[in-house]
């Protein structure tokens, strides 16, 4: 009885056979073979999906994938490609390419030098620079770093790039003087911002820079680094200097980033000077930050990443009071009492746009905590704010 019921049920239940497939990346069919294939021929990628990846390559990678096939050696040339790039020839001791790596770069300018825009130098291949200076006829934006160039050099610049060059950006460039500058400033009439080293700003080159004929720049930005290690001594600019360059370029920004040592600030800031924005990269001492809250009236953003142990309680006030134009203020590695900072937020009030302050800068006082301020200053900011664990500049 039983073993007929069982015989029963398995007649109505019973299901066709399974029809045995092949495993999955073991016996594929010619169908799955062709699709495979196709997902598989990075060939087949669209121009602009290729151009994408070249740009995150580094040269000498793009110019081994160019080889890869006539497809990818057609994106090499595409002139998108060279609109702006970084010429970096500091190779490695222990590079493979190091011995053919001018040779390319040298290459590529030639071809492409027409192309190029927005332009990085870091080399000592001066020979690459001057092809791209004579060939380039659309540079706007050229940054030189560790280059011997020299002012022949920059008139070769201005020479074919006059009417297109806007920035300009030269650091650890002892090779140039501020007639290689003037140069610069005399020919193109395009420039908007100017970046050089502090060593070769003189009284001369702002004048210069001031003259009726020349443009009105809208960024000027100076690296104030030691030429030497332990020299103490910098030369000063004249405040006539400064209001010549002002009167002519009432909107400039003047951004200069210090990275000196306390001793090294001697002649800066003993008189009025139309700095818009300050970063000090190394301890700076009290007595800069007075001076800066009595003769930095145009002053927008204050960056302070080391002082010492002294609360700047009375220089961060002087600043408040003096300085109507700052809306940002950076501090880390100093110290300002809980009720000080305060009051510096209440008088300077909702014309802060950026505070950075790091937990560790606020000292407990008789009044506040630390843990008491965020609530003061956002009711002076008009928003909710907290110290920061991690600086944002």
Not at 353 to 374: G, K, W
């Amino acid at each position: 009885m039983k073993r007929n019921n069982f015989s029963a049920v398995n007649k109505v239940v019973q299901t066709p056979p399974v029809v045995k497939q092949p495993k999955r990346g073991l016996c594929p069919s010619l169908t799955q073979t062709h699709v495979l294939s196709v997902l598989l021929d990075w060939g087949t990628l669209p121009h602009h999906v290729i151009l994408q990846i070249f740009q995150y390559l580094p040269l000498i990678d793009r110019a081994r994938a160019s080889s890869v096939c006539r497809r990818w050696n057609e994106v090499f040339h595409i002139p998108d490609l060279w609109r702006k790039f970084e010429f970096e020839l500091n190779q490695s001791a222990t590079s493979y390419f190091k011995s053919t790596h001018p040779d390319l770069i040298q290459q590529i300018i030639k071809r492409h030098a027409a192309h190029l825009q927005y332009v990085s130098f870091k080399s000592h291949f001066v020979s690459a620079l001057t092809v791209v200076f004579v060939n380039s006829k659309s540079l706007s934006s050229i940054k030189i770093e560790d280059t011997p160039v020299d002012d022949p050099s920059l008139k070769i610049l201005v020479a074919n790039n006059s009417d297109t060059l806007r920035l300009l950006k030269m650091s650890s460039c002892p090779h140039v003087s501020s007639d290689g500058i003037l140069c610069v400033a005399d020919h193109c009439q395009g420039l908007k911002e100017l970046a050089l080293n502090y060593y070769i700003l003189s009284d001369e080159l702002l004048l210069a820079l001031s003259s009726e004929t020349h443009v009105n720049l809208e960024h000027l930005r100076i690296d104030v680094v030691s030429e030497n290690p332990g020299q103490v001594k910098f030369h000063s600019i004249k405040k006539h200097s400064w209001d010549a360059l002002i009167k002519h370029s009432p909107g400039v920004n003047i951004v200069m980033y210090f990275f000196l040592y306390e001793e090294e600030f001697e002649t800066f800031f003993r008189e009025e000077t139309p700095v818009t924005h300050l970063y000090f990269g190394r301890s700076v001492s009290r007595t800069i930050l007075g001076r800066i809250g009595l003769h930095c009236p145009r002053l927008i953003e204050l960056v302070v990443c080391a002082n010492g142990l002294q609360p700047l309680d009375r220089e961060l006030i002087c600043i408040a009071k003096h300085c109507k134009n700052l809306t940002a203020l950076g501090l880390s590695e100093c110290e300002v009492s809980c009720s000080a900072f305060i009051e510096f937020v209440r008088l300077c009030g909702r014309r802060l746009t950026q505070l950075s302050i790091m937990e560790e800068v606020l000292v407990p006082d008789d009044n506040f905590t630390p843990d008491e301020v965020h609530a003061e200053v956002s009711k002076h900011l008009g928003r909710v704010w907290f110290p920061d664990v991690m600086p944002i500049w």
